[in-house]
């Protein structure tokens, strides 16, 4: 038998292959290997689905690059019980990786268009155990807080309170921090009432984080 060629199935591998040649291990490396990238793409990006770096979704912002996304919830060491909160669902795909990670999760984004496109492409994946949240996530999201672990996936120069008060002691929080143009991808723990800066992970440029306790739009006109 002739056997088929399915590029989409050999260039998925050869991403498997970089994430775990960088480390990333156990159920984190199987998420990778379920959830489509390529689904949360316009058509025109699908072949570059799982090339390792950041891609366009529309409305000026990016779906991350994997590596990056794999590092940071590897990172949050999930056992499998947690509610967490995201901020940026931007195109979801990072939410469909949780969901196969955690209990629940309450994801926020402040642009509509991209939060409902999300809901749509979780919805078609069967994915149950995400509440989509449309407003400002640099100020948390209160009502379901504590939280046992927090993904920030937008970049500011500090992490914003709210972020902290939500989150419960001993837990973690990873976040790119520093200037618009440059970060650091950084994890922390909540320590009593404050922060510990455990580990600054690698230098990255993500998109704004904008809100009350994050970057004012007008700033970045
Ligand atoms: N992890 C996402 C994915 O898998 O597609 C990509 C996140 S994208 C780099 C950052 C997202 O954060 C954008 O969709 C942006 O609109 C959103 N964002 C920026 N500031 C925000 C805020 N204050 N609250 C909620 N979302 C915000």
Request: charged residues 25%; hydrophobic residues 40%; proline residues 5%.
């Amino acid at each position: 038998m002739i056997p088929t060629y399915s590029a989409p199935i050999m260039e998925k591998q050869r991403l498997i292959n970089l994430l775990a040649s960088y480390g990333i291990r156990n159920s984190v490396l199987s998420a990778f290997d379920i959830i489509p990238r390529e689904a949360f793409l316009e058509n025109r990006l699908g072949e570059s689905a799982y090339e390792d770096r950041a891609l366009p979704i529309g409305e000026g912002q990016t779906v991350s690059q994997p590596s990056l996304v794999a590092e940071m919830i590897q990172a949050l060491k999930l056992q499998g019980h947690e509610k967490i909160l995201e901020i940026g669902t931007g195109s979801g795909f990072q939410t469909a990786i949780l969901s196969r990670l955690v209990k629940q999760i309450y994801t926020v984004e402040r642009i509509k268009k991209l939060a409902d496109q999300a809901k749509i492409r979780l919805k078609d994946l069967n994915v149950k155990n995400v509440t989509f949240v449309m407003g400002d996530g640099s100020k948390g999201l209160a009502k379901h807080a504590p939280y046992d672990a927090v993904i920030v996936g937008a970049a500011f120069s500090k992490v914003p309170k709210p972020l902290v008060e939500q989150l419960k002691v001993g837990s973690s929080l990873v976040m790119p921090v520093g200037a618009k143009d440059w970060q650091e991808v950084t994890l922390y723990k909540k320590v009593g009432k404050g922060f510990q800066e455990t580990l600054r992970m690698t230098p990255a440029h993500f998109v704004p984080l904008i809100g009350k306790y994050a970057w004012p739009q007008e700033r970045l006109d």
